[in-house]
Nanobody
Framework: QVQLVESGGGSVQAGGSLRLSCAAS????????IGWYRQAPGKQREAVAR???????NYADSAKGRFTISRDNAKNTVYLQMNSLKPEDTAVYYC?????????WGQGTQVTVSS
């Protein structure tokens, strides 16, 4: 059974940094496309960053230049390094994986950025 577990969320002041982790079990992340999404209160879930199984990356405009998605195959973990955080980055962040044609979601981790 594939499970994705996020960690690393928390509360920071504007301008601060956080690193989110998405650890997988039941699959090898190096074979999968993995993405980070977020959902703020009253808003739709939106894509933030994605890394393909060939390690190509893409980012939402709001994340470009501030966020970096990366993969550690030895730890079977994908990270989202978030720098220069803004209050508008406040949301629940979810890890998503496409594994053998099926989508999987983690339970989410809260990120709160105060001004």
């Amino acid at each position: 059974q594939v499970q994705l577990v996020e960690s690393g969320g928390g509360s920071v002041q504007a301008g601060g940094s956080l690193r989110l982790s998405c650890a997988a079990s039941g699959t090898t992340l190096s074979d999968s496309a993995i993405g980070w999404y977020r959902q703020a209160p009253g808003k739709q879930r939106e894509a933030v960053a994605r890394i393909s199984n060939s390690d190509s990356t893409n980012y939402a405009d709001s994340a470009k230049g501030r966020f970096t998605i990366s993969r550690d195959n030895a730890k079977n973990t994908v990270y989202l390094q978030m720098n220069s955080l803004k209050p508008e980055d406040t949301a629940v962040y979810y890890c998503w994986g496409l594994v053998r044609g099926r989508s999987y979601w983690g339970q989410g981790t809260q990120v709160t950025v105060s001004s």
